[in-house]
């Protein structure tokens, strides 16, 4: 089970507000304006971490209702047999009860009532994309109601005694089922049939491990303290079936010894009780365990200086990356400001390590931060841009939303420069085209380019300058320039291994032009064919073969340059020796160039 998604809804600064989550996340922002709410947020959800009254946005207006809500949207297989309801031990799946939402994601939401001046315990509640024919969601009714319903309806199940099945023949005989695509079941109420779903999944749930900022210099440093329960935590995670098991076994105990008591109880009075059913609610396993750590001479680790400590938290997560995981449990790291207290070269050790933790597909690392060099080592699509809208709402902007120029501000840098370096293009196909390169296996074993920042420079004439001035030149960014040979003969200004040049006018040409004619359902002339590679495509395509997109020329060129970069096109495209030799060649001299 993976977190995919967030929502808060009137929790301290958020009033409504959704964001993505991968697997790796750095939210940046401003001082004191969310980042670590979201952190906290996330801690509630997962650990019933306490939240009181001042938790709740305090600019919701009089007449609308006081509540908080943090909903997370999970990652899960469709189609895995699972028992949601309460009175039998039959095996169903969250696609067939229609209890995904829109996205295909398992949405649960945490609702806390504040309408008393207090925050109530949390009711929770699906939001799934689920018929809305039925007073009551199926899944919440008893087999009598079920029963009552197929029978006044016509309606006949292959097995009238199963819930599931009724459930089935009523949402398979059913004309015409509409759907809400944010349709609320309630998990939490005792008036249904159905078990209390977030208590179901959350032994499913990803471990949830913050790590904070603050330091509370105390014998019990907390810092100190998440650290162990961290250890414990990941120990514990391998061990999560054999603990489940043994539950299982303790429950069926339990419940054989009640049934005998039933027994001898009705020896004394058949009233007083017909069934004697036990609430058992056991600790999770890693909340038995706690230690401490001792250094040299029997000192507490824990009265080391901060920085030590944060090099402890360090070593865990190198030591975490290393091991080989046997749980099938997924777990999320939370952590404030990696950076405190620590050198330089230690801030790129863990960036470096947490980025490497975040490639498992079980584990997934959300961070805080204000240091413009740890921004730079993530791509843009890592980021969360927290800031506020106006004085009592904040906003998050993610991938194409972030607004370079407010995040310029905030941290005096722009964050989607990767410290692994920068390959100028002349324009936004060129970025395309090699991207598309970066999927075949051959070339992305050579180098990653997602791991490299792409900038445009919007004309061949722009890339000249650039690389005639080297902007650049006195920070740490190391900078390659990628250029079409277009129609001239000259060599490039400066004959340096920071320049790659095309050996064809431009990266269409590298297009093979039966791709082309199939999809403008156009047909080149055979000089045309003959000289491929030299030929200014679009142009032809638009002037010559009239294939017009807009009434603008020039637009319609553009249009054909960004068509032959879609997925469409490049899904039928076999190159030939000569172009796979040649992208091989621009790839190793990428990879030479920024490993020296």
Not at 349 to 361: G, H, I, R, V
Request: glycine share 2%; net charge negative.
């Amino acid at each position: 089970m993976k977190l995919c998604k967030v929502k808060l809804v009137n929790f301290r600064g958020y009033k409504n507000a959704t964001f993505n989550i991968t697997n790796l996340n750095v939210i940046i922002g401003k001082n004191d304006v969310g980042k670590s709410t979201i952190i906290d947020a996330l801690d509630i959800y997962f650990n019933d971490a306490p939240i009181d009254i001042n938790d709740l946005n305090v600019h919701i207006p009089a007449q609308e209702p006081k509540f908080i809500e943090i909903s997370c949207c999970f990652e899960v297989d469709p189609r895995e047999p699972i028992t949601l309801d309460s009175s039998e031990n039959t095996a169903t799946c969250l696609e067939n009860e229609y209890l995904l939402n829109k996205d295909g994601l398992l949405e649960i939401s945490k609702i806390y009532d504040c309408s008393n001046g207090k925050v109530s315990k949390a009711n929770t509640r699906i939001i799934a994309k689920h018929p809305n024919n039925f007073e009551t969601p199926l899944i919440a009714l008893k087999i009598t109601d079920l029963k009552r319903m197929a029978r006044d309806s016509g309606i006949n199940s292959t097995n009238d005694s199963i819930k599931k099945e009724i459930r089935k023949a009523i949402f398979e005989q059913t004309a015409n089922l509409t759907f809400d695509d944010e349709f609320a079941i309630e998990t939490s109420t005792k008036d249904t049939d159905i078990i209390e779903l977030f208590k179901k999944f959350k032994d499913d749930f990803p471990s949830y491990m913050p790590f904070r900022a603050d330091r509370t210099n105390t014998d019990k440093d907390k810092e100190v303290n998440d650290t162990t329960k961290a250890i414990t935590k990941t120990v514990v995670a391998g061990m999560e079936t054999e603990f489940q098991e043994m539950k299982n076994k303790i429950n069926e105990k339990i419940q054989e010894l009640a049934s005998k008591t039933l027994e001898k109880l009705k020896t004394f009075d058949e009233n007083i009780a017909n069934t004697l059913k036990p609430d058992i609610d056991s600790k999770a396993l890693d909340s038995l365990f706690s230690f401490t750590f001792s250094c040299d001479d029997g000192i507490s680790f824990n009265k080391r200086g901060s920085g030590v400590k944060r090099l402890m938290l360090l070593s865990f997560f190198l030591a975490d990356a290393e091991r080989k995981n046997t749980s099938n449990k997924g777990v999320i790291y939370a952590i404030e400001e990696p950076e405190t207290s620590q050198h330089p070269d230690f801030q790129i050790m863990l960036m470096d390590t947490l980025k490497q933790l975040s490639t498992a597909n079980d584990r997934q690392i959300l961070l805080t931060t204000h240091t413009p060099e740890i921004v730079k080592m993530v791509n843009k699509e890592n980021l969360i841009f927290v800031q506020k809208a106006d004085d009592k709402s904040v906003i998050v902007q993610q991938n194409d939303a972030i607004e370079l120029k407010k995040v310029a501000d905030t941290l005096g840098i722009l964050p989607f420069v990767s410290y692994k370096g920068v390959i100028f293009v002349e324009g936004t196909t060129d970025i395309k085209f090699l991207k598309n390169l970066n999927n075949l296996p051959t070339l992305k074993a050579i180098v990653d380019l997602t791991q490299f920042t792409f900038i445009p420079l919007h004309g061949s004439g722009n890339v000249d300058t650039w690389i005639k001035e080297n902007y650049l030149k006195d920070s740490n960014v190391k900078c390659l320039y990628f250029k079409d040979r277009d129609d001239d003969t000259a060599p490039t200004i400066i004959q340096d291994n920071n320049v790659i040049k095309t050996s064809k006018r431009e990266i269409e040409n590298y297009i093979p032009f039966t791709v082309v004619e199939n999809r403008f359902d156009i047909q080149f002339t055979d000089a045309e064919k003959q000289d491929w590679d030299n030929i200014d495509v679009a142009s032809v395509a638009v002037n010559d073969h009239a294939v017009h997109l807009n009434s603008d020329n020039k637009q319609s060129e553009n249009i054909v340059k960004n068509i032959l970069q879609s997925k469409e096109v490049w899904d039928n495209i076999t190159f030939a020796e000569a172009d796979l030799s040649e992208f091989q060649n621009w790839f190793n001299r990428m990879k030479t160039f920024f490993d020296n």
